[in-house]
Nanobody, 116 residues
Framework: QVQLVETGGGLVQPGGSLRLSCAAS?????????MNWYRQAPGKQRELVAF???????NYADSVKGRFTISRDNWKNTVYLQMNSLKPEDTANYYC?????????WGQGTQVTVSS
């Protein structure tokens, strides 16, 4: 139905910034109920970081509110996660997911490491 490829991860110092990209193919993101960013740190459960609805509204986990911004470019069929003021606890594998009723479609993930 839809294929997702995440890019943009890497190693960054605390306080730094990264922008993750999620390129979709096979379906227009404009028609997808919601596009989501999840993350999973070693030994922890996967958690929802942010999502953006078809109408363009962004929603955030309390832990990233005010630091992360989710956006979408319908022409490029891509969703972004701008991450500022990064903290060591943001270290995780970040996954893009498309919710197309009744299931989620996942990308392969991109690693973000915040360390000095």
């Amino acid at each position: 139905q839809v294929q997702l490829v995440e890019t943009g991860g890497g190693l960054v110092q605390p306080g730094g910034s990264l922008r993750l990209s999620c390129a979709a193919s096979g379906r227009s993101i404009f028609s997808i109920n919601s596009m989501n960013w999840y993350r999973q740190a070693p030994g922890k459960q996967r958690e929802l970081v942010a999502f953006i609805t078809a109408g363009g509204s962004g929603n955030y986990a309390d832990s990233v509110k005010g630091r992360f911004t989710i956006s979408r470019d319908n022409w490029k069929n891509t969703v972004y996660l701008q991450m500022n003021s990064l903290k060591p606890e943001d270290t995780a594998n970040y996954y893009c997911a498309a919710y197309i009723v009744p299931k989620y479609y996942w990308g392969q993930g991109t690693q973000v490491t915040v360390s000095s």
